[in-house]
Nanobody
Framework: QVQLVESGGGLVQAGGSLRLSCAVS????????MGWFRQAPGKEREFVAV????????DYADSVKGRLTISRHNAKNTVYLQMNSLKPEDTAVYYC???????????????WGQGTQVTVSS
């Protein structure tokens, strides 16, 4: 059974930082691209970042480049999203996901976590 469990969300002031984690079980972790998406109230789910199985390739949404950093620790089956210089518009539920392609499309990811709330106050 594949499980993706996010943690690390919370309430932070604008300009602050958070680190999200996603612990993965039930699949060959290093063989999968791992991504983060987010969904704000009343908006569609949007791509945030993705990392290749080896960690050697990454891609970011333009809105988060230079502020958010995706990384992974294959020995721990965990992917991270370091979030710095947070803005109120970063407020959303953040989801991690696993797929076999480096893609910005949510349809490319077969497995999803339950999400963790990030709220940035102004």
């Amino acid at each position: 059974q594949v499980q993706l469990v996010e943690s690390g969300g919370g309430l932070v002031q604008a300009g602050g930082s958070l680190r999200l984690s996603c612990a993965v079980s039930g699949l060959p972790f290093s063989s999968y691209y791992m991504g983060w998406f987010r969904q704000a109230p009343g908006k569609e789910r949007e791509f945030v970042a993705v990392i290749s199985g080896s960690g050697g390739s990454t891609d970011y949404a333009d809105s988060v480049k230079g502020r958010l950093t995706i990384s992974r620790h294959n020995a721990k089956n965990t992917v991270y999203l370091q979030m710095n210089s947070l803005k109120p518009e970063d407020t959303a539920v953040y989801y991690c996901n696993a797929g076999l392609l480096l893609s910005r499309s949510s349809s490319a990811y077969a497995f999803w976590g339950q999400g963790t709330q990030v709220t940035v106050s102004s």
